[in-house]
């Protein structure tokens, strides 16, 4: 695999065989190449590595069956990597706020993931508070 594009799915096989550095350079230089800035690209594209990742795996996770659900609900693929990657950068917050915590869980970020919907991220990009209200902060890592 030489290049990534969201708009397409990876091949599983293909981008499994890809190291997580050459996975996370192909994402980056797909977002340079495509001149899409945001606030950070390494964050930015590790995410869409991770949703990458968990759409490979088929559906041992909803992942792959979301991206399909929000495409039917008029995202393009690209948008609908974004809003899982939020769903997952919601997860992982949660997780870094709670000393107690040793892993995301999995269970309600799956949940999570099944309750997203088309039109719920295009609300969540027209909010000011990026849809979260005032218990988490606003993050435009995937306004782009």
Do not use: C
């Amino acid at each position: 695999m030489e290049r990534y594009d969201p708009h397409r799915a990876p091949d599983p096989a293909e981008w499994n065989a890809l190291s997580e550095s050459e996975r996370m350079a192909l994402v980056q230089d797909y977002h340079r190449r495509a001149r899409i800035n945001v606030p950070n690209l390494p964050i930015h594209a590790g995410a869409h590595m991770i949703v990458e990742n968990q759409a490979a795996l088929g559906d041992e996770l909803p992942v792959r069956r979301a991206i399909r659900r929000l495409m039917d609900g008029g995202l393009d693929r690209h948008q609908a990597v974004h809003a899982v990657a939020s769903v997952f950068t919601d997860a992982l917050y949660d997780l870094l706020k709670s000393p107690d915590s040793a892993a995301i869980d999995q269970e309600s970020y799956n949940a999570a993931v099944e309750r997203l919907t088309a039109e719920r991220w295009r609300r969540y990009l027209a909010s000011d508070d990026g849809g979260r209200g005032p218990s988490k902060p606003r993050r435009r890592l995937f306004r782009g």
